[in-house]
């Protein structure tokens, strides 16, 4: 009979692979699968810039450059894969052809490749915002994405977070606290009350794990933030957080679009569009499951999280690049 442990053992083994895993998700989920036991990771990423950090942070990890949205070597690692995690995604950006060739060219030949190779267990990484009313080529893309993923016919958990931060966040709330500490005065469109539901994605990172320990099979499920904030407060947060002595200030709206409009003009890739000013804008609410329950992880409350975030004596001091 197999002992508990040996089964443990195992499980511990089995080669994991994240494409897209140098990102924000992917950065955090390495360092959680490390400190749950597991050893065989592999990461598939183009962004050299964030995989040297991920390689000096866990240089006991495979991590290779892999261009996803066109075939190739990084291919031969899924012929003995046992689990993958769907996380390549372009966020941000002005060009449509960037968003199509990260969010869906490469959705393609990854699932064609499980496919092809020994069905690898899959968790594919989608997003609450195919569910906005927004529009805007990370929506459009993401639910082209998400729609591929169910009609691949491929049996997996699809899990749809919200807006999330954490270790390694070099956009949302990780930039907003790089640029308060920046500027003098922080200014916020119009009154600053834009709801938000913020997820933590160490909170995140547990549920992907959740997934694979226990072998959730289907389902769609909607990972949102437990807490509902304003915009306003949240940077009121990040301002508790990080001490710092910033002013904020409320500008119209209509000046902090063209201001986002000008800082376009001289930035090929802009930390903040005028197509995520109008998302922010859009009144978004999305549904609350009891995902804690559900997957049978701790749920963090935010003031916690965010301290944790910027003030975590391991991780909170790296950066990744756009």
Same mark, same amino acid.
């Given at each position: 009979?197999? %002992?508990?442990?040996?089964?443990?053992?195992?499980?511990?083994?089995?080669?994991? =692979?994240?494409?897209?895993?140098?990102?924000?998700?992917?950065?955090?989920?390495?360092?959680?699968?490390?400190?749950?036991?597991?050893?065989?990771?592999?990461?598939?990423?183009?962004?050299? @810039?964030?995989? *040297?950090?991920?390689?000096?942070?866990?240089?006991? #990890?495979?991590?290779?450059?892999?261009?996803? @949205?066109?075939?190739?070597?990084?291919?031969?690692?899924?012929?003995?894969?046992?689990?993958?995690?769907?996380?390549?995604?372009?966020?941000?950006?002005?060009? $449509?052809?960037?968003?199509?060739?990260?969010?869906?060219? %490469?959705?393609?030949? =990854?699932?064609?490749?499980?496919?092809?190779?020994?069905?690898? $267990?899959?968790?594919?990484?989608?997003?609450?915002?195919?569910?906005?009313?927004?529009? !805007?080529?990370?929506?459009?893309?993401?639910? =082209?994405?998400?729609?591929?993923?169910?009609?691949?016919?491929?049996?997996?958990?699809?899990?749809?977070?919200?807006?999330?931060?954490?270790?390694?966040?070099?956009?949302?709330?990780?930039?907003?606290?790089?640029?308060?500490?920046?500027?003098?005065?922080?200014?916020?469109?119009?009154?600053?009350?834009?709801?938000?539901?913020?997820?933590?994605?160490?909170?995140?990172?547990?549920?992907?794990?959740?997934?694979?320990?226990?072998?959730?099979?289907?389902?769609?499920?909607?990972?949102?933030?437990?807490?509902?904030?304003?915009?306003?407060?949240? #940077?009121?947060?990040?301002?508790?957080?990080? *001490?710092?002595?910033?002013?904020?200030?409320? #500008?119209? $709206? %209509?000046?902090?679009?063209?201001?986002?409009? @000008?800082?376009?003009?001289? !930035?090929?890739?802009?930390?903040?569009?005028?197509?995520?000013?109008? @998302?922010?804008?859009?009144?978004?609410?999305?549904?609350? #499951?009891?995902?804690?329950?559900?997957?049978?992880?701790? $749920?963090?409350?935010?003031?916690?999280?965010?301290?944790?975030?910027?003030?975590?004596?391991?991780?909170?001091?790296?950066?990744?690049?756009?």
């Amino acid at each position: 009979m197999t %002992s508990t442990k040996e089964t443990a053992d195992c499980i511990m083994k089995h080669k994991i =692979i994240l494409p897209g895993g140098a990102g924000l998700v992917g950065q955090n989920l390495v360092a959680r699968l490390k400190g749950k036991g597991y050893k065989n990771i592999v990461v598939l990423d183009k962004h050299k @810039a964030n995989i *040297k950090i991920l390689k000096t942070v866990h240089p006991d #990890i495979t991590v290779e450059f892999a261009d996803l @949205a066109n075939t190739g070597e990084w291919q031969r690692h899924f012929s003995d894969a046992d689990i993958v995690v769907m996380l390549q995604a372009q966020i941000g950006g002005n060009d $449509y052809q960037e968003f199509v060739q990260n969010n869906v060219d %490469s959705t393609r030949h =990854i699932l064609e490749t499980i496919k092809s190779s020994n069905n690898p $267990y899959l968790v594919h990484i989608s997003s609450s915002v195919v569910e906005s009313v927004a529009e !805007d080529y990370y929506t459009d893309t993401k639910k =082209i994405q998400e729609k591929m993923v169910v009609d691949s016919g491929i049996m997996c958990p699809i899990l749809r977070p919200t807006l999330m931060f954490g270790w390694f966040d070099r956009k949302h709330l990780g930039w907003l606290s790089r640029f308060m500490k920046r500027v003098p005065v922080f200014p916020i469109p119009g009154n600053g009350r834009y709801m938000r539901q913020p997820l933590y994605v160490g909170d995140f990172c547990n549920v992907i794990i959740s997934c694979i320990q226990n072998r959730v099979q289907g389902g769609i499920y909607n990972i949102s933030g437990h807490e509902k904030i304003d915009y306003i407060d949240i #940077i009121r947060e990040i301002k508790r957080a990080t *001490k710092s002595k910033t002013f904020i200030a409320k #500008i119209p $709206y %209509s000046l902090f679009y063209l201001l986002i409009w @000008a800082w376009s003009l001289f !930035d090929k890739n802009p930390p903040f569009t005028t197509q995520q000013l109008a @998302a922010l804008s859009a009144k978004d609410e999305f549904e609350v #499951i009891d995902w804690p329950k559900i997957f049978g992880v701790n $749920y963090t409350k935010f003031s916690d999280a965010i301290n944790e975030t910027f003030n975590d004596p391991t991780y909170s001091k790296i950066v990744l690049e756009f």
